[in-house]
C-alpha cells in the first residue's frame, strides 16, 4: 500500500512527498516531521485540559472547586429502599397540610425502624438530612405499604426445608404413586392417602422414603427382575431398623414407625411372602398405644389403614385372632369403605355393594368356624351380591378377600368357579402376589373339607396376607 505521507503533511492538507526519515516540506517550514505513515502516538495523555503535557494519567492531586462540589453532592445523594419489582409513582404536588402530615408520619417511621432522631442540636445523619418530601413519601409508603412479591410469612407458616431427592427415588415414588397406590383404596380418583398422605410424609422422613422405595421396587420386580435385589436388601435393612428401635419406646410411637409398617405391609401384599403376620402383629401392638402420637391428618388415614389390615389379615392367621375380630361391629373396622361423596354419586351403590359383601363374608367364617353344615344358602347370596358389581368397575378390585373366604368354604363347583373367576380377573388387573398365592392354596383346603375346619388350619396352607 502506498504511504499516506506524515501527518503534518496531513494536517496541512498538502500532498506528503514522503522523504525519509523527514519530508521536504516539513525541513522548509522548519516543522518537526513524524515520517511517511498515518498512525502515531502522541508524546501526551491529551492535547489540552488540565492533563496537557501530561506523559501519564495522574489525577490532579488539587481538583478543582467544581470536582469537589460534584463529589461532595454524590456522597449526599440519599439511599431509597425499592423492592426488586416496584415501580416508581408519580405522585402530584402535595399542599402544605399534607406534607406536614408527611413530615410526622416519616418521623414515626425513623423512630419504627430505629432511626436516630437528634433532640439537642446534634447534626442529622446525612441520609436523613438531605431527603427531600418526595423522597420521605415515596419511603414510608415502601416501608408501610406490604409488598406482594416479598411478604414475610407469619409465625408457625414457614414450612420445613425439604433435601432434594434423587433421581432414583423419585422413579420409585413415581411409580408407587401410579402402580401401587391406586390398588390400596376403592376410589383412586377421590381420594388416595398413599399418595395424598404417605408420599409427602416420605418427602420429610428418610424411614417412610426408604419403605416407599423398597415397595416400588418390589412391584417393578415383579416385570424387571433386576430390581429383587434393590427389595430384598432394602426391606431386609428396614426390619433390622425398626428390630433396633423397638428398644425405645420413643423411637417406636410414631407416625413416621406407622407409616412405615403400613407400606411395609403393602409390599408383603404385592409379594405374596408368608412373614406378613410379624408384621401385622407389630402394626396391632403399635396401634394399641396410638394415643402416645399426636392426632394429625396422617394419623387418620393410617388408623383407617390400620383397621383395613387388621380386618382382612387377623382372620388369616387363626381361629382365635378372627373371632377377636369379625366378633365386634364391622361398622368400626370399615371405615376405610367411606368417602366424602355427592348425594347424587354413582359410586354410592358400589360401596354399599362392598360393605354388604364384606359382612356376609364375616358371617360365612364365623359360620364355619362354629359349625360344620354347609351355607350353601349364604354363599348364593354373596355371589348374587357380587354379581350386581362388574369386573371393570371401579372398586372392584378390593372385594378379593371377600371371594377368597366364599371359595375356600363353597363345595359347589359353580361357587367356586365363580369366586375363583373373579379373584383371577383382578389379579389380571393388579399382579400382586397375594391374589394368585390364595388362588393357588385353594385345591388344598378343599381337600380338607369335611374332615377339619380350614378356618382352623387357614394359616398353614395360605400364608399369605390375601386382600
Known amino acids: 500500500m502506498s504511504s499516506a505521507g506524515c501527518f503534518q503533511c496531513s494536517k496541512r492538507r498538502i500532498i506528503c512527498d514522503n522523504t525519509e526519515p523527514t519530508c521536504r516540506k516539513c525541513q ?22 488540565r492533563l496537557k503535557g501530561c506523559t501519564i494519567p495522574v489525577a490532579d492531586p488539587s481538583p478543582g472547586p467544581a470536582l469537589e462540589a460534584h463529589t461532595q453532592a454524590a456522597a449526599s445523594v440519599p439511599c431509597k429502599i425499592r423492592w426488586k419489582n416496584d415501580q ?11 406534607v406536614a402530615a408527611a413530615n410526622a408520619a416519616g418521623s414515626n417511621t425513623r423512630q419504627a425502624i430505629n432511626i436516630p432522631t437528634p433532640s439537642n442540636g446534634d447534626a442529622i445523619p446525612a441520609c436523613a438530612e438531605t431527603l427531600d418530601q418526595n423522597d420521605t413519601d415515596d419511603i414510608d409508603e415502601q416501608i408501610n405499604r406490604p409488598s406482594e412479591k416479598a411478604s414475610v410469612p407469619a409465625a408457625g407458616t414457614i414450612h420445613p426445608w ?16 401410579e402402580q401401587v397406590a391406586p390398588v390400596m383404596v376403592f376410589l383412586d380418583h377421590v381420594s388416595n392417602g398413599y399418595r395424598d398422605v404417605l408420599l409427602p410424609l416420605a418427602c420429610e422422613d428418610e424411614l417412610v422414603q426408604r419403605a416407599v422405595g423398597v415397595v416400588a421396587a418390589q412391584h417393578l420386580a415383579l416385570h424387571s427382575p433386576s430390581y429383587q435385589a434393590i427389595a430384598d436388601h432394602g426391606r431386609a435393612a428396614l426390619i433390622s431398623r425398626l428390630c433396633r428401635d ?20 403393602v409390599g408383603e401384599t404385592i409379594t405374596g411372602s408368608s412373614e406378613y403376620g410379624h408384621l401385622l402383629q407389630t402394626l396391632m401392638c403399635l396401634f394399641q398405644n396410638a394415643d402416645r402420637i ?18 382382612l389379615g387377623q382372620p388369616l392367621l387363626g381361629e382365635h385372632q378372627g373371632v377377636n375380630v369379625l366378633s365386634f361391629p364391622l361398622e368400626n373396622y370399615l371405615d376405610w369403605t367411606y368417602y366424602d361423596l355427592p348425594s347424587d354419586s354413582e359410586h354410592h351403590q358400589v360401596l354399599h355393594l362392598s360393605r354388604m359383601a364384606f359382612i356376609k363374608a364375616s358371617q360365612i367364617y ?29 372398586g372392584s378390585h378390593a372385594l378379593v378377600w371377600v371371594c377368597f373366604i366364599a371359595a375356600a368354604d363353597s363345595t359347589d363347583p359353580e361357587h367356586r368357579m365363580f369366586f375363583v373367576d373373579r379373584m383371577n380377573r383382578i389379579f389380571a388387573k393388579t399382579k400382586f402376589q397375594n391374589i394368585s398365592a390364595g388362588v393357588q392354596a385353594l385345591p388344598a383346603i378343599w381337600s380338607q373339607q369335611g374332615s ?11 400364608p399369605t396376607l390375601i386382600m
Open 28 to 49: 522548509k517550514k522548519g516543522i518537526e516531521c513524524s515520517g511517511p505513515g498515518r498512525i502515531r502516538f502522541s508524546n501526551g495523555v491529551a492535547q489540552r485540559g
Open 88 to 98: 416508581p409513582v408519580n405522585t402530584p404536588r402535595k399542599n402544605a397540610k399534607r
Open 162 to 177: 425439604l433435601a432434594p431427592l434423587n433421581s432414583q427415588t423419585r422413579m420409585l415414588m413415581s411409580h408407587f404413586a
Open 246 to 265: 423397638s428398644t425405645s419406646p420413643d423411637r417406636v410411637f410414631n407416625t413416621s414407625t406407622w407409616a412405615t409398617l403400613i407400606v411395609l405391609l
Open 294 to 311: 399426636a392426632p394429625s391428618s396422617a394419623c387418620s388415614f393410617l388408623s383407617q389403614q390400620t383397621h383395613m389390615f387388621e380386618f
Open 366 to 394: 364365623l359360620g364355619r368356624v362354629t359349625s360344620t353344615q354347609d351355607q350353601w344358602q349364604l354363599l348364593e347370596s354373596l355371589k348374587q351380591l357380587v354379581s350386581q358389581i362388574e369386573p371393570d368397575q371401579m
Open 452 to 462: 377339619s375346619r380350614w378356618t382352623k388350619s387357614l394359616s398353614r396352607l395360605a
